[in-house]
């Protein structure tokens, strides 16, 4: 019973668990607050893999060739989970989501995935990065968000420069950079239309779940030969739930 708790916090902080919860956020709670936290995340994903090859920790020799120093699994729950911290002024939720990204630490290295250095390493980068946000949004008032956003596709895309001189660009990165592009196109070209009734939520998730099923149906079946190729359908998610969100709140107003 307590082997099945831990792994399930490991899911908690995948990608896998955190996409269907970055949707339903966007359509059911804030969808700004929770399309900055993905893009946290996903600057993450791409900024740990150069970090990892930066330090060159190995990873425990049961897991195989790689490098483990900062722990990608907690960098990227710490900034998406972090940032809704940040964000949230509610004790309650704040205290919730301390305990998972606790349980989250506390699972990998349980499990021997990581080690306490890796884990400390990656909250201490998480809230480095949040913090920075943090102070140049403060500074620049009105234009803080578009430095920040500035700073972080330029270091995105330095990243990824390095990483295919250095090394090669791995699919989840590819992901990562794919999703970012899409999140930064979504929060400066598609209003944020708020939905107010509950018929028009699911309406809305409704519309974006059967568009993303047809995207990923419509890459499935290209076959493409260069996984950098196949993973762009990640720029297309986000365009398509904030897309469904603003057709809907347009076009069912009345719901």
Not at 151 to 159: K, V, Y
Request: charge should be positive; aromatic fraction near 16%; proline fraction near 2%.
């Amino acid at each position: 019973m307590f082997d099945w708790c831990v792994h399930s916090c490991l899911k908690i902080g995948h990608i896998t668990f955190i996409l269907p919860i970055t949707v339903l956020g966007m359509i059911f709670h804030q969808r700004k607050l929770y399309e900055k936290a993905a893009c946290f995340l996903l600057f993450a994903m791409i900024f740990n893999t150069l970090l990892k090859h930066l330090f060159r920790v190995p990873l425990f020799p049961h897991l195989g060739e790689g490098y483990a120093f900062p722990s990608g699994h907690m960098h990227a729950a710490a900034m998406f989970y972090g940032y809704i911290l940040y964000q949230m002024v509610d004790r309650r939720i704040k205290m919730l989501l301390a305990i998972i990204l606790m349980c989250e630490g506390f699972s990998l290295i349980y499990c021997k995935f990581h080690d306490l250095l890796d884990v400390l390493g990656a909250l201490g980068f998480a809230v480095a990065e949040i913090f920075c946000y943090h102070l140049i949004v403060s500074k620049f008032k009105e234009k803080g968000e578009k430095y920040a956003t500035a700073i972080a596709i330029a270091i995105a895309l330095g990243a990824m420069i390095i990483l295919s001189i250095i090394y090669r660009i791995e699919n989840h990165v590819w992901l990562a950079f794919y999703g970012l592009c899409g999140l930064f196109f979504s929060l400066s070209q598609i209003a944020d239309k708020k939905l107010k009734t509950l018929l028009q939520k699911f309406w809305a998730l409704l519309i974006a779940s059967l568009f993303c099923w047809l995207v990923y149906m419509v890459f499935k079946n290209l076959n493409f030969r260069q996984n950098f190729l196949f993973e762009i359908k990640f720029a297309l998610l986000p365009i398509i739930v904030a897309g469904s969100i603003k057709y809907t709140a347009s076009r069912f107003a009345t719901l």
